[in-house]
């Protein structure tokens, strides 16, 4: 089965309201104006999470553009966990997926494989769908552990995972994210190839450093199903691009 390319902007912690609202609104105008881009991809944008109501609002009542959250609490709740939001918090404020995972989370946060499975759990359980974010460092590159490194974060990351219906996994390598300097194509579709015999017919995105000029090479490859995309997802133009070159 081919998957319509899943074109996913993480905002991460960027903007205030208004260019949350602004870069809403620049969005699904585009969208609206090239209706053939819709039969061809769908989009998810993941603001910072004080924006997700505002965001909503502005969306409509059929919205052309999910809307995604950047993370979600371990703990179903409800509950005593100070400053936590719950999948089901998300779900009431009418969002339909949550990034989980993401490698600076992993590397800032400390957050393990293990607790990516417990908000993953949460999240499925919701109804929502979880971008589980993988991907290996420079150095585990180098050493040419790549694999054995996604392979791990794949079963740790899934392991309560019993229906991947609702499972999107993003690669993205670590040393792509923010630099500028995406993998070559060759890298990305055998990795993607790799992860495919993992996950069956779940989506795979490719992250990290996807922009207009790269994503026609990169989008385009077996077993990739869209991209999850950081700083080109903040300008409508760059998002739009990148989506047009599928
Ligand atoms: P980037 O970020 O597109 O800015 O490299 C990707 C990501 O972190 O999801």
Known sequence: MTHKKLIAGNWKMNGDLALALTLTREIVAGVERDPALLQ??????????????????NL???????????????????????????????????????????????????ETSALVAQKAACALDRGLTAVICVGESETEREQGAHFDVVARQISESLHKVENTENIVVAYEPVWAIGTGKAATPDDVQAMHEFIRTKVGNSRILYGGSVKPENAGQLLNLPNVDGALIGGASLKAESYLGIAKAV
């Open 60 to 110: 409509g009542a059929t919205p052309l553009v999910m809307l995604g959250a950047q993370d979600c609490s371990a703990h179903a709740g409800p509950g005593a966990f100070t400053g936590d939001v719950s999948a089901s918090m998300l779900e009431d404020c009418g969002v339909g997926a949550v990034i989980l995972g993401h490698s600076e989370r992993r590397t800032l946060n400390h």
């Open 40 to 57: 061809r991809c769908d989009f998810l944008i993941c603001p910072p999470l004080v924006h997700l109501a505002r965001v909503r609002a």
